[in-house]
């Protein structure tokens, strides 16, 4: 493929987009504004993917005129970088929305396109009629991205790409992870040679890339690639002394390489059961529609469940390197990395920007990862067990179990024992059946408040009054009691009173 504008080709892009990047196309030309669409859109609708994500390069002011866009169309604008003139316009439809980035072109398009991060990203379609005939578009690229979309390439653009923007670095290995590419040998040296770079980007940036790696199904190979360009350790220091840290003989690999894994085995949980057919360990784990959909579930910012629980995974046994002791017998222990790792990780997150539920929904994960371990010791988990386990992990219980079986499985590696990993999953799925069958069991509802306490047997407020509801709830998941009077009566007795 050559760099001529006059070269057609087709492009995928959905009826709802065509309609507004046709009315986009008139608005242009009604104001004489010189227009092009670049970036993924157009990369992926060459793909014959769909993106709801279209970039705008506008000749003159972008905030200005994505002013005007919004105004005219009905739309929501954002300005995302008034100095480098960078707005979003923000359509609503049915379900979803479309987002449109408007940028001020820098010089001609072909300059701008060469100062883009990646030569597929560097692909322009000129909106200068009020119809685009979608089937045969005018492709303006001049760096030869077609090229390596049709090779399965990531290439970027110059020698100083990363240097100009080091997010870039972690976005490369994003796009490869996304589209199922590759990254060339040149393009693998520059990022070596400047991934130290990644500390000086902002960390609500380096978390949106961390995250596009998480949701796709590629993000253990993406962390091993990183650790190979150096830019893991660039990006998680803390991961780094985790390297050659031995561990019992009951641990296949070292904790690094441990953590690894679990991120792997993390992603053949989640994986959709008719395309694991043929995982055998995989086929005993418990899944369903309701748990499907729970991984998918939006946490913030479009970061879903499946994408924390892999942050999780990668950073669970973070804390093991500082608690690691030898006893005189020769005994290897840790004891208290959970508690130190689940610290290690919110400090981690909270450099990276991410929401306050997030940090403490994956400190909850790391801190309890050894809980469904501790309930094997049964034959089955006692319902007080079900309930204080619920209760501690709040709004990951589910996340938890999953975290434990990776873990499983990680530390044993080709060693696991067949028989410990079917009790595993059958205990997890008794777990499973009480939370989504017998809600009773791990949220008991309220027979007694406090208001009752100090009512009835005379207390003051103060956290006593807590300390007896406490006691009251998990004797009612235990099955201990059941109504109002028994509630009250069992509270007295733990005052002591008949």
């Keep these: 493929m050559t760099n001529l504008t006059r070269e057609r080709l087709k492009i995928y892009v959905p009826r709802e987009a065509a309609s507004l990047l046709d009315n986009l196309g008139e608005f242009f030309q009604q104001h004489n504004i010189d227009c092009y669409v670049v970036g993924g859109f157009v990369r992926d609708g060459l793909m014959g993917r769909a993106n709801s994500d279209i970039d705008l390069a506008v000749a003159g002011d972008a905030i200005e005129i994505a002013s005007e866009v919004a105004r005219s169309f009905d739309a929501r604008m954002v300005p995302l970088d008034e100095v480098n003139q960078v707005a979003r316009v923000v359509f609503p439809r049915v379900g979803y929305q479309w987002h449109l980035d408007f940028a001020s072109l820098r010089g001609s398009i072909k300059q701008d396109l060469k100062l883009r991060d990646f030569t597929v990203n560097a692909i322009a379609i000129r909106l200068r009629t009020a119809r685009v005939d979608w089937s045969r578009v005018e492709i303006i690229d001049p760096l030869h991205g077609c090229r390596d979309l049709s090779q399965r390439i990531v290439r970027a653009v110059s020698d100083a790409s990363f240097q100009e923007d080091p997010a870039r670095l972690l976005r490369a290995v994003r796009l490869a992870a996304t589209l199922d590419f590759s990254i060339d040998s040149a393009t693998e040296a520059l990022i070596q040679r400047d991934s130290g770079l ?16 998480l949701e796709t199904n590629k993000a253990y190979q ?21 390297k050659g840290v031995t561990q019992p003989k009951e641990h296949f690999w070292d904790v690094f390489d441990h953590s690894l894994e679990t991120v ?3 992603e053949r949980l989640l994986r959709e059961r008719e395309n694991n057919k043929e995982d055998d360990l995989i086929t005993l784990v418990p899944w369903s529609p309701d748990i499907a959909q729970y991984f998918a579930q939006d946490i913030a910012g479009g970061r879903t469940r499946k994408a924390l629980l892999k942050l999780a995974a990668l950073l669970h046994d973070i804390g093991k390197p500082a608690a690691k002791t030898i006893e005189q017998n020769g005994r290897m222990r840790f004891l208290g990395h959970a508690k130190e790792g689940s610290a290690m990780a919110v400090q981690i997150m909270e450099r990276l920007k991410f929401s306050n539920r997030e940090i403490n929904m994956v400190h909850l994960m ?8 501790y309930m094997l010791s049964e034959d089955v988990p006692s319902r007080r067990a079900i309930y204080k386990y619920f209760r501690d992990t709040a709004d990951v219980g589910i996340d938890t179990l999953f975290l434990g079986l990776a873990d499983h499985l990680a530390a044993r590696g080709p060693t696991l024992d067949l028989e410990q990993w079917r009790k595993h999953t059958e205990v997890t799925q008794y777990i499973l059946s009480k939370w989504f069958g017998e809600k009773a069991t791990v949220m008991p509802p309220k027979l007694i408040d406090g208001h009752i306490l100090i009512e009835k047997l005379g207390l003051s407020p103060g956290p006593q009054i807590g300390q007896l509801l406490e006691m009251v709830r998990e004797a009612q998941a235990a099955g201990e009691i059941q109504t109002a009077d028994e509630a009250l009566d069992f509270a007295a007795k733990q005052l002591g009173r008949n």
């Design 198 to 213: 990644v500390s000086t980007v902002a960390g609500e940036r380096l978390r949106e890339e961390l995250c596009y790696i």
């Design 222 to 242: 993406s962390f091993c690639y990183l650790d190979r360009l150096s830019l893991l350790a660039a990006l998680m220091p803390e991961l780094t002394s985790s």
């Design 264 to 266: 792997s085995c993390v």
């Design 366 to 373: 790391i801190e309890h990862h050894l809980r469904p371990g």
